[in-house]
């Protein structure tokens, strides 16, 4: 409101662990968007879109999906891959071009 104070209802059913890792994941995500970003900028890779400002609406939608739900994700979705479990290390070698060196 025009205090700055949430208004409406909140959802009681969602688990404080759930929401603990969603925001996990949103703060992960800004730390691994700067790590990319900056490879980018260094010219390691040619394209690079962070999902500033967007973090949020991600989770939002990963905690809607149900397990075996499609998810058809697009730039600036790398918290649905977060949130999922998808390692960061496989999300850096698909923006590389690498395979993961077992």
């Known amino acids: 409101d025009d205090d700055h104070a949430a208004q409406g209802p909140w959802a009681p059913e969602i688990e ?4 603990l890792h969603a925001l996990e994941t949103m703060v992960l995500t800004r730390a691994y968007d700067d790590r990319m970003l ?5 010219g390691k890779i040619s394209f690079y879109m962070q999902g500033l400002a967007e973090y949020a609406i991600s989770v939002g939608q990963g ?3 149900e397990e075996g739900d499609m998810k058809f994700v697009s ?9 999922r479990g998808t ?3 496989d999300m850096m070698c ?8 077992m």
């Open 94 to 101: 698909q923006c590389l071009s690498k395979t993961r060196e």
């Open 38 to 42: 900056r490879i980018q900028r260094q």
């Open 87 to 89: 390692s960061m290390v």
């Open 16 to 19: 404080p662990e759930k929401l």
């Open 75 to 83: 730039y600036r979705n790398q918290c649905l891959f977060l949130l």
């Open 63 to 65: 905690l809607a999906f």
